[in-house]
């Protein structure tokens, strides 16, 4: 006993704290289920010591795995968490005040595919997706979620493939950690960022003009044709004299040339969106982070969100026998768990 619960009571405590909207809501759970009777400020301290436990086992060492699938995908993204006013301080943000409400944390997946269905798209292995996260840089995250891919076989996979929105941050993160990987971004991004196009070249007056336009640059765009749209788009833009601002909004298309032959991505059977990481970004992050009212400090956001990663990575049981092990080595005991 630990803190004065059992570690089944303390597991309990942790799994309702970090999966339940708010604390107040897992101590009445606990209570209506389970007639335990927690406080909620107990369930925190609790979720907050042996959160520790948590971020350090996912920052654990560990020798690389071994992998037979044909295709590694590593994805990463961030979003936005709404934090107390002293997480805040000096901070800059899109609020008309020119004050951030929120803090980005990042949040990256590991997945692997063996096969495709029967029209030749890929699939994502069953239950092969792992997550982590963290209140840090692209720069720096990116150690941590190579660690993880080295664990989920790395070194053992013939293809890599880096799934990313096209933010220049999350580019570096794959070129200094991942330099053999295919990087690809999202298609789903791609798409809206040329609706941004169209809407900068001929405006938002003209729907049926902009739909069909977007529909044929679409077409281009899924058979590595983004350089034919970056070709008519400037010619678009002498003509209607807005070259500054169209060139503005082709940048993002300049610079991802490489990253968007979605037809080359395609008949090699990848994956050209990033869906897995956005929905992670919801389910892991803003279904317990993101609720109405809530405003976080770093340090509990940090331990809660490397519980839900571990709960959403189905590694539960490995951790606890982890902790489980490393308390009992501590008190010079044989271990708990095998």
């Not at 405006?203 to 070709?231: M, P, S, Y």
Request: hydrophobic share 35%.
């Amino acid at each position: 006993m630990r803190g004065g619960y059992t570690p089944a009571l303390a597991r309990l405590i942790c799994l309702e704290g970090s999966d339940e909207t708010s604390f107040i809501q897992a101590s009445s759970h606990l209570w209506e289920v389970g007639g335990i009777r927690v406080s909620e400020r107990q369930i925190q301290r609790v979720v907050g010591r042996v959160g520790e436990d948590a971020q350090a086992w996912q920052k654990r060492e560990s020798a690389p795995g071994p992998c037979d699938a044909k295709i590694l995908y590593i994805s990463a993204d961030a979003t936005g968490v709404p934090m107390r006013a002293e997480e805040l301080a000096g901070r800059k943000g899109k609020a008309p005040d020119g004050k951030a409400k929120t803090r980005m944390v990042m949040l990256g997946c590991v997945f692997t595919q063996h096969t495709e269905d029967d029209q030749g798209r890929p699939l994502r292995d069953n239950d092969s997706t792992t997550y982590l996260s963290g209140f840090q840089s692209p720069s720096d995250f990116g150690i941590g979620l190579r660690r993880e891919a080295i664990r989920r076989g790395l070194f053992s996979v013939p293809e890599i493939v880096l799934l990313i929105d096209g933010a220049t941050g999350l580019e570096k993160l794959g070129d200094d950690y991942f330099s053999d990987a295919v990087q690809i971004v999202d298609f789903f991004h791609a798409m809206e960022h040329l609706q941004t196009l169209i809407e900068t070249l001929w405006g938002k007056g003209d729907e049926v003009h902009n739909n069909g336009r977007r529909h044929k640059w679409k077409k281009l765009l899924a058979h590595d044709g983004v350089q034919r749209i970056i070709k008519q788009a400037r010619k678009e833009a002498l003509l209607r004299g807005n070259v500054a601002e169209v060139e503005a909004a082709l940048g993002y298309f300049v610079h991802n040339v490489s990253r968007m032959q979605y037809g080359s991505f395609r008949a090699k059977n990848y994956f050209i969106g990033s869906g897995v990481i956005e929905a992670g970004c919801r389910s892991v992050i803003g279904k317990r982070c993101k609720q109405s009212g809530m405003h976080w400090g770093e340090a509990g956001a940090e331990k809660v969100l490397a519980f839900r990663c571990i709960h959403a990575s189905r590694n539960l049981d490995h951790f606890w026998k982890y902790r489980l092990n490393s308390r009992a080595a501590e008190n010079d005991t044989l271990p708990l768990a095998a």
